[in-house]
């Protein structure tokens, strides 16, 4: 098995990025999505896509960012591995390039999420000194499925819209992250 590690080009790997970003997701993330991501992404924002290839084929992906939001020294990551690329040390290798990259670049925590029905995901994250810190909830509601119990009610002032929507301002960003 010949395992290589390099940095995404984003055009180029487009294709392959968008494909192993959704394994870490509900549901697929679009090219569209990612070239909004793309534009938003404020230039004081550190980021590092390393892309694992099995001899030229792509394998897994390390996705980190740090915004100037985040605490000092914290970055966000995710280790993500095609299904059949796991148990062969790709997710390892992908998390020693990117923890000595993070160091380069003075982080010294990282913190990320697993899904609590992917054990083999919380067993690696445990296994390279990940604890668990919270429990996050998801959930995906159809609204027009939903009994509307609005009437009668004075507005509160709360509005539900697209992010796309608002100004593309640092303010917007720091607010709605």
């Not at 549901?27 to 230039?43: V, W």
């Not at 740090?66 to 970055?75: L, V, W």
Request: hydrophobic share 35%; with cysteine.
């Amino acid at each position: 098995m010949n395992l290589t590690l390099r940095e995404i080009d984003f055009e180029k790997d487009l294709e392959t990025y968008r494909r192993l970003r959704s394994l870490g997701e509900t549901e697929p993330i679009s090219e569209e999505y990612l070239r909004d991501s793309e534009k938003r992404f404020p230039a004081t924002s550190k980021r590092l896509r390393l892309l694992a290839e099995v001899d030229g084929n792509p394998a897994g992906l390390a996705f980190w960012i740090a915004h100037q939001q985040y605490k000092q020294g914290m970055i966000w990551g995710q280790i993500l591995v095609e299904p059949e690329f796991r148990g062969r040390g790709i997710g390892r290798a992908l998390w020693s390039g990117a923890t000595t990259r993070a160091k380069q670049l003075s982080f010294t925590r990282v913190w990320g999420e697993c899904r609590e029905d992917d054990p083999t995901s919380i067993r690696f994250a445990e296994s390279v000194g990940g604890e668990k810190i919270a429990h996050i909830f998801e959930s995906i509601l159809d609204i027009d499925a939903l009994p509307d119990r609005t009437a009668g009610l004075e507005p509160s002032g709360i509005q539900l819209c697209d992010y796309r929507d608002l100004p593309d301002t640092e303010e917007t960003r720091r607010e709605n992250l």
